[in-house]
């Protein structure tokens, strides 16, 4: 029997790794990761951290975020995420006390535009 049910991976705290990374469904990240990441729904709670190149379909960061973002939806900054680098995405919401330093693109999604915004 197949399920349709997406899958949610968990980096559970206390774990750190490094390395490259594609999964589908949903990733929750509540330790550290380094590296490259690929993907559809990435959630960094917070106490998580990731330190790497990114490109999901969309993100909520809860914890810390460095590195470069892509996401071809949506970017959602917590009350508790701190993310400093490059940013694309179709949409960004920064929840009071959020905070986001670096540059930030926000533009209609396309794959052409989406690979030479930076």
Known sequence: MVSNKASISIIDSGLKIKGIFSYKGG???NGMIE????????????????????N????????KFEGELTAQNEIVILNTGICSGKFLCKSLVVEEGGLINGDIK?????????????
């Open 27 to 29: 990733l929750v990240v």
């Open 35 to 54: 590296g490259t990441i690929t993907g559809e729904d990435l959630t960094i709670a917070a106490g998580g951290s990731v330190v790497a190149s990114v």
């Open 56 to 63: 999901v379909h969309s993100v909520s960061v809860g914890g």
């Open 106 to 118: 926000c533009t209609r999604w396309d794959g052409a535009s989406a690979s030479s915004a930076f």
